[in-house]
């Protein structure tokens, strides 16, 4: 960060006179325009009524001198709880003195609505003071014109915009203009469009994209449920409270957490785990495990078996390099176990975590065949790969025995060696199962991971079919909500990913197609295949009983154009893995290209029709443009307008705290419409 | 004299002394049981039996998009990596295997190159975390000669 001296006052600097010296703050946390710039609008960092929150700052002192104390106030009255005060002589990053020190207040909040100013005071070892401030605001609870709801579902299409919301709705069917079967998303009551920044970019990764709709703050990309600081540790961050730890201490919610990634995914962990570093995998699956109490973790599903297994046995990722052990001694971090009531962690990379989660009661799944038998009255871990699950294209195709195209014949499901793995809507229809029986209701989020991963790809098909996927589970957790009448639901996602673009459809047929592309380059590929406008028409894809189209390779499909692209060789047509029937010598053995390193460049030498991209590398990226987040359920009609991704939190903690501010529907109704299917 | 001064080669150039041997056939699906159990991988007879010898494996390079120099991944169906925004949440099977250069080439970058390749070279099966803390479990260490002898000058397309 770069800031700040004409704002920090150094109080003794200026009685003594002294030109030279003076400690400085050169961090203040919570983030705040207050410190950051001096203006004190946007308040950047918001708590509902008594959400916790750490008060962090990072001070300079003079050289040769150290920090011997520092204090915080809120509104001028101190804060009376221990300032864990530690220096930099090892564990922080690079450019920071020795000298310096970080003085951390944990777990504090405050319960009175507005804004609060808050300060630092510190102190150098030769007596000269430092003061610099921030300011925060509390977000009340309004007065309620309905009962408060029980339970809450997040369903998270992660990198889904509107294009690919449109995608899927297309894949659907239209007939003159208009859709044959609406998505159950496009069936909520309202919706809102979502500014999605991070604290630090415009564009947000999937981190700080969740994190902002359960902790109401922005948060630094790659970093969840935490503020950024200046230390390595990547668990010792400022933390916020999450809306998950906020309802289960307040209210005993429990927490479901369901998702076709890895579940040490940024999304998954963003909801109940707290690190700097969203790669730290053994960290973060430790934390979902050990402060499950705090959390109320009840239901975790996903992908990412190599997490829970002990290292040395097959498969394990788990390393001490990606775990954290907090210091009993050591109040900068002592002071998280004690005032937050957290696990102190330790470097356990051959913990048997699949093991521990049994012996605490849970059901464990590692196939469709186990999740169908769980026992719904049970806490329920489901792991049904070792990193993320196959997509839905690939999981459909393995259910149907189709496209066993693989090297040895096999289809990919059965080539990663799990061939059962549950599509997302099995899963929630479990996790809602099961979940169903918290006496207090629940926080559930779904995500539909694959959308950004395989839009990440430009994979069109594959992340089209993962929003079917996506909405089949929607329509899962609709149908409780309707039947509930308790149950408020909000679809969105965290960012576009790609800058999707529907441009049109194909004007020929998937043999002259395959024709074209067997030809190559942009005359083929381009000026023969692509319609716009009129010409695109309507691409019809039949669907099947299984609710996925029996081919995505139709004649005059859709096309899909990205407009945060890297280079890539579009022939339009679904990815293929390699074909059984190709002619041998089928792999190549001459010897490999290289090159020296930092040169990537690429050429269209072989005739391929090669778009150029605007973005370096192999993958399209996030986008800054804003998402759809859509409503249904009490209270849904509090959706709407253009909102921040923060604005997300305080309106769900309003109705489950608090009761519904708004109707569920147009119709004044306080119950949702029944959706009609 | 002849065999000595052979095995001194051998030895400069990271060769396994049985270079000679003609190498074992192996395919990924022969790593580990399949369908994989509920807990970890069981590994067969035939990988053990692999390991630290010559074989010869047909699979997909990785697409990365923040290659490491010196090494690639190979898997049984083409995987592309979103590493900036993914991380190790990935699409990578577990039967991974990680290809490795020779020491001596450990500063170069291996052009992404679509469809099948045949890869022979030393098998190593077990446990080892690499300097960004990812584990492998199969590792394939390549001969001097597996790259061209000069860089290229542009990377060949990928697979689409």
Known sequence: ?677 | MRVPFLLALAGLFGLPTAWAAQPVELAFGDFFVQPIGPRGLEPTERLKAASGHEVRLVGFMVQREQPQAGQFFLTPRPVAMAEHADGEADDLPAATVTVLLPEAQRDRFVAHQGGPLTLTGRLEYGPAEDATGRVSWVRLRLAPDALEARPSAAAAPSSH
């Open chain 1, 1 to 677: 960060m770069k800031h700040h001296a004409p704002f920090l006052v150094a109080l003794t600097a200026l009685a003594a006179g002294s030109a030279v010296a003076a400690p400085t703050v050169t961090r203040l946390t919570p983030p705040s325009e207050l410190f950051s710039s001096g203006r004190a609008d946007p308040v950047i960092a918001r708590f509902l009524p008594g959400q916790r929150f750490d008060l962090q700052a990072t001070i300079k002192p003079d050289a040769g001198q150290k920090i011997s104390a520092a204090r915080y106030f809120i509104d001028g009255k101190p804060v009376a709880a221990t300032v864990a005060l530690r220096d930099c002589a090892s564990g922080c990053v690079k450019g920071l003195a020795a000298e310096t020190a970080i003085a951390t207040v944990r777990a504090v909040s405050s319960e009175a609505a507005g804004r609060h100013e808050f300060s630092v005071e510190a102190t150098q070892a030769d007596g000269q003071k430092v003061v610099a401030k921030g300011n925060f605001e509390v977000v009340p609870f309004t007065t309620a014109m309905g009962p408060k709801v029980k339970n809450l579902i997040i369903l998270l299409g992660d990198g889904m915009g509107a294009s690919q919301r449109t995608a899927a709705r297309i894949v659907h069917g239209y007939a003159q203009g208009k859709a044959l079967q609406p998505l159950a998303m496009d069936s909520f009551t309202a919706t809102a469009l979502v500014k999605t920044s991070s604290l630090n970019s415009i564009v947000t990764d999937s981190s700080p994209g969740m994190t902002s709709y359960v902790s109401g703050n922005k948060n630094n990309n790659n970093e969840e449920g935490v503020f950024p600081d200046d230390t390595v540790d990547a668990f010792d961050n400022p933390r916020i409270e999450y809306l998950s730890e906020y309802l289960h201490r307040t209210q005993g919610k429990q927490l479901g957490i369901v998702t076709t990634a890895d579940v040490f995914d940024a999304t998954p962990a963003g909801n109940a785990v707290h690190t700097s570093n969203r790669g730290a995998g053994t960290g973060i699956v430790d934390q979902f495990f050990d402060d499950r109490a705090h959390t109320g973790l009840t239901v975790l599903m996903g992908g990412g078996r190599k997490w829970f297994l002990p290292a040395g046995t097959p498969g394990s990722a788990r390393t001490d390099t990606s775990d954290y052990a907090f210091s009993a001694s050591d109040a900068h971090t002592a002071e998280i176990v004690k005032r937050w009531g957290v696990s102190a962690g330790s470097l356990d990379k051959g913990r048997d975590l699949i093991q521990e989660f049994q012996s605490a009661g849970f059901s464990y799944a590692a196939t469709k065949a186990d999740l169908d038998k769980a026992d719904a009255a049970r806490p329920l871990l489901g792991l049904f790969a070792f990193s993320n699950m196959n997509v839905a294209l690939d999981k459909i195709n393995g259910r149907r025995g189709s496209e066993k195209n693989g090297l040895g014949g096999a289809s990919v499901v059965e080539d990663f060696g799990l061939p059962d793995q549950p599509m997302l809507d099995e899963m929630a229809a479990k996790a809602i199962g099961v979940l169903k029986h918290s006496p207090k209701g629940f926080v559930l989020m779904i995500e539909g991971a694959s959308i950004d991963k395989q839009a990440h790809n430009m994979d069109t098909e594959r992340w089209m079919l993962d929003t079917l996927e996506f909405d089949r589970a929607v329509r899962v957790a609709q149908d409780f909500a309707a039947e509930q009448g308790d149950t408020l639901v909000i679809v969105t996602a965290d960012h576009e990913c790609s800058g999707a673009a529907l441009i049109g459809g194909s004007v020929v047929t998937d043999a002259k197609l395959a024709e074209l592309a067997g030809k190559k380059g942009v005359a083929n590929l381009r000026n023969s295949v692509v319609g716009v406008y009129e010409k695109a028409g309507f691409p019809h894809y039949r669907i099947a009983a299984d609710g996925y189209p029996e081919t995505t390779d139709i004649d005059y499909r859709l096309l899909v154009g990205y407009g945060a692209n890297a280079d890539r060789y579009e022939d339009w047509r679904t990815k293929k893995t390699p074909q059984r029937d190709v002619q041998q010598p089928f792999a190549t053995e001459a010897p490999l290209k290289w090159y020296p390193a930092n040169a990537q460049e690429r050429d269209d030498a072989l005739g391929d029709y090669l778009v150029t991209g605007q973005v370096p590398g192999e993958q399209a990226v996030h986008t800054a443009t804003d998402v759809p987040l859509s409503a249904y359920g009490p209270g849904a009609l509090a959706f709407t307008g253009v909102i921040d991704n923060t604005d997300v939190f305080f309106k769900l903690a309003q109705a489950a705290v608090k009761g519904v501010v708004a109707p569920a529907d147009t119709s004044g109704s306080r119950k949702p419409p029944k959706p009609k299917r």
